[in-house]
């Protein structure tokens, strides 16, 4: 179902390089990929991955309510949609409940994936420094 405000979703543009937001900041929206791709990393900068048109980004922060864990920069020149937290959640009530259960199980799982491999490439970066 789509409610007046969903037909107009904002698309925004950005640069080549611009943070689209950064870890820590309010998960306040879904991002939906519109053109281009970006990338998400870690709060240390390691990539975690890219992802490009049609793809979403934003959602776990939203689904286990805390802050960005990520930051999310334009790998090339991109145009990104907004859709904010209301429009997300009112889907997510749409949802079979077990559907919910088990996205918020893999959110949460993607967190300690990504956690785990911060912690892997920072104890390399640590090895390799030593190896001068």
Request: aromatic content about 6%; charged content about 25%; proline content about 3%.
């Amino acid at each position: 179902m789509v409610t007046k405000n969903q037909g107009m979703l904002p698309k925004t543009p950005y640069k080549k390089g611009a943070i689209i937001y950064s870890v820590n900041s309010p998960s306040d929206s879904v991002y939906l990929v519109h053109t281009g791709s970006v990338q998400l990393e870690t709060k240390n900068g390691m990539v975690l991955g890219e992802l490009s048109t049609g793809e979403l980004f934003g959602e776990v922060g939203l689904i286990t309510s805390e802050l960005r864990t990520v930051t999310v920069r334009a790998k090339t020149d991109c145009i990104v949609i907004k859709i904010g937290e209301k429009i997300f959640q009112e889907k997510m009530q749409q949802a079979d409940p077990v559907c919910t259960a088990i996205i918020r199980g893999l959110a949460l799982r993607i967190n300690d994936a990504n956690n785990l491999a911060e912690q892997h490439w920072k104890e390399l970066a640590l090895y390799k420094s030593l190896e001068r």
